[in-house]
């Protein structure tokens, strides 16, 4: 079975980034599909739609590099290197599991491709990715330390105390905030008197910029520089990515409230089919091509599924491993 | 070597750093100004500034950097001036630290020392002098620590700074400028979790942690009782072991706490003796504690609402010659029913 490090370099081709924002997409589908049936229980939150920037996050940076981000976290944890049947069997409570099944959809980690555990609050993977990067700093090891977050943390405490120890230390940190329009089931612009995320950054005297975040050349473009800023002492960076959450906040989550026709218009701006068509047009991929690897990325997802249906449910004594203190 | 509580500290934290490369102290003020209660006197000067580091008034911020620089592969401490400020941030503690090895299998591990100053008697007011222990010894991941002087101070938190878990040391204030003759170097390491009996005797247990192990000591000294005094120096995980000991001897136990009546950490211990012990008890387990209200200003209230020296000899002579229960000094004044 390939590494999750093998799938982290596997991104350096074009095709296999394809490819994995298609597994993406495939398999938060299948998991909203699988919680409806009722084989897994709890929560889950699914990122369609935001997958160019996770597995730009994931191409950009390297392995020892460390990563915070969020409880809506499978794509990160796909994009960099976790195999779908460590996240898959984390989500239905497998001792396969990326933590052995005790901690379910919301925390996943691997450490051999730097995912620092994924928090269930809201901004708090923001400092502790600001004390990775102090450690590198300190050890002035070269490594880079990045936060993923949505623009409902910018209004937490976390997000502000977080960039500002980052700009006054001046920390090799990258914030990578995933504007999805919404903040669990709230509007962003109800929520936040600002247009652009990218000033809260500038107002901590961090280089900040919107990032096209549907693009997954636009977001590597702007991470390749922020990540080289930090790499070379130059201090934290910002991004701003406008993107969009094609399901509601969580399972519960219908997504009633949303505007008309707000979806569609960002689904024409689907980044699987943006980056899909870039690379027929470069001719790298034909149509058939394309369609030939969604099949296969399909075909794995069930693959996956009928194998951790299949694998043991966490044991009792999981729960006492790594409690810790007592 | 005879040294104050605060000197201690530094020294403990400067031998851990001198020690290991990767401890690392943060805090606010405690660099150039060597900490608002002296306690990293001299770190500064020795270690430099990447190591000893001043903070911004943010401890949702530099607990949470602490944390991600803890499981990378740091060694911090960070200093919370007042335990009440950590209330900003304790979703880093309790939440996001105690998880870590938990949530992520066993990857990541936090050794995080998180050292806060708490308690009545300075004169801070209802904000600035609370203990809070219950907030940390109810959440699983956490260790916690609290010295009752200068020796125990330096031996736990060298053994806090080496665990590989989080860690809340939660230090007296009152204590900070007390001297106590200390033992340093790695003969005055303390493990966490083993409680020291002070004294020896056979009317009852007594048992406490941080500033009250004085007074339930010179309590004892005054009243002539003859009981065990423990100190349980570690409340997460504490010393069962040692305390059922003592009362399967003794038949009686009183538990002297810095903290209110409902929910402090006594409670904890009351119940597991209750459970445990119930057939060598010959008497109501006894909890001398605080009254239900935020700590009072004025010195003589504030005086009044800690428990006195008086007040543990009175009660636990009480239960020593009458076998129940003396009634809080706030309910036989009927100021609570």
């Known amino acids: 079975m390939t590494t999750p490090r093998e799938r982290r370099a596997a991104l350096a081709d074009s095709t296999a980034c394809l490819e994995r924002m298609m597994e993406i997409r495939s398999f938060e589908d299948r998991i909203k599909e699988l919680f409806a049936e009722g084989v897994v229980h709890g929560t889950t939150h699914t990122c369609q739609g935001q997958e160019a920037v996770s597995v730009g996050v994931a191409k950009v940076l390297a392995p020892s590099d460390q990563v915070c981000c969020t409880y809506r976290g499978h794509g990160h944890a796909l994009a960099l290197g976790m195999t779908m049947d460590a996240v898959l069997g984390e989500i239905m409570g497998r001792t396969t599991g990326a933590v052995g099944g005790v901690g379910g959809s919301m925390h996943l980690c691997d450490r051999t491709v730097g995912l620092l555990p994924t928090s269930a609050i809201v901004g708090a993977g923001i400092p502790i990715a600001v004390g990775a990067a102090l450690t590198a700093s300190m050890f002035g090891n070269g490594t880079v330390a990045l936060a993923l977050f949505g623009d409902g943390a910018t209004n937490i405490g976390a997000f502000h105390e977080g960039l500002n120890l980052a700009a006054i230390w001046r920390l090799p940190v990258v914030f990578v905030c995933e504007n999805n329009v919404y903040g669990e089931y709230s509007r962003f612009d109800r929520t936040t008197p600002i247009e652009d995320l990218a000033e809260r950054g500038r107002s901590y005297a961090i280089p900040s910029e919107v990032v096209d975040g549907q693009s997954l050349d636009a977001v590597v473009g702007a991470l390749e520089l922020a990540v080289d800023r930090a790499r070379s002492g130059g201090g934290p960076t910002f991004l701003e990515c406008k993107t969009y959450r094609y399901s509601g906040h969580s399972r519960a989550d219908a997504a009633t409230y949303r505007p008309e026709g707000e979806l569609d218009r960002w689904l024409a701006r689907d980044p699987l089919v943006l980056y899909a068509q870039q690379l027929v047009g470069l001719g790298i991929l034909d149509d058939a091509k394309v369609a030939a690897l969604r099949g296969d990325v399909d075909r794995r997802v069930d693959e996956c599924v009928e194998r951790i249906k299949a694998a043991q449910p966490a044991m009792l004594e999981s729960m006492f491993r790594n409690a810790g203190g007592r | ?337």
């Open chain 2, 1 to 337: 070597m005879k040294m104050r509580m605060r000197q201690a500290i530094a020294q403990a934290i400067a031998d851990e750093m001198r020690a290991d490369p990767t401890v690392v102290l943060m805090g606010e003020d405690i660099a150039e100004a060597e900490g608002p209660f002296k306690t990293s006197e001299g770190l500064l000067e020795e270690f430099g500034s990447l190591r000893v580091r001043d903070t911004p008034i943010s401890e949702m911020g530099f607990c949470g950097a602490a944390l991600g620089a803890a499981a990378t592969g740091l060694r911090p401490i960070v200093e919370i001036m007042f335990v009440e400020f950590i209330g900003v941030a304790l979703d880093m503690v309790t939440t996001e630290a105690a998880k870590f090895r938990y949530l992520s299998g066993g990857q990541y591990t936090a050794p995080l020392v998180v050292r806060a100053s708490t308690g009545a008697g300075l004169g801070f007011g209802a904000q600035h002098s609370q203990t809070l222990e219950s907030w940390f010894i109810s959440c699983p991941g956490l260790k916690v620590v609290v010295p009752s002087g200068a020796r125990t101070a330096y031996g736990l938190l060298r053994s806090a700074i080496r665990d590989p878990d989080p860690v809340v040391v939660l230090e007296s204030r009152v204590l900070y400028a007390e001297r106590e003759e200390t033992v340093t170097g790695e003969e005055g390491v303390i493990p966490l979790g083993v409680g020291e009996l002070l004294r020896s005797g056979t009317a009852a247990t007594v048992v406490s942690i941080g500033q009250m192990v004085g007074r339930a000591a010179q309590a004892l000294e005054n009243g002539g009782v003859s009981a065990d005094l423990i100190d349980l120096r570690t409340l997460v995980p504490w010393d069962r072991g040692l305390v059922e000991s003592s009362v399967a001897r003794t038949g009686r136990l009183v538990i002297v706490e810095e903290s209110p009546y409902t929910g402090g950490w006594g409670t904890d211990v009351a119940a597991h003796v209750a459970s445990t012990c119930f057939s060598s008890l010959t008497a109501p387990i006894v909890r001398i504690t605080c009254p239900d209200v935020p700590v009072p200003y004025p010195a003589h209230l504030e005086q009044a609402y800690l428990p006195s020296v008086d007040g543990i000899v009175e009660a636990i002579s009480h239960v020593v010659t009458t076998g129940t229960r003396p009634m809080p000094w706030w309910q036989k004044e009927g100021f609570v029913g």
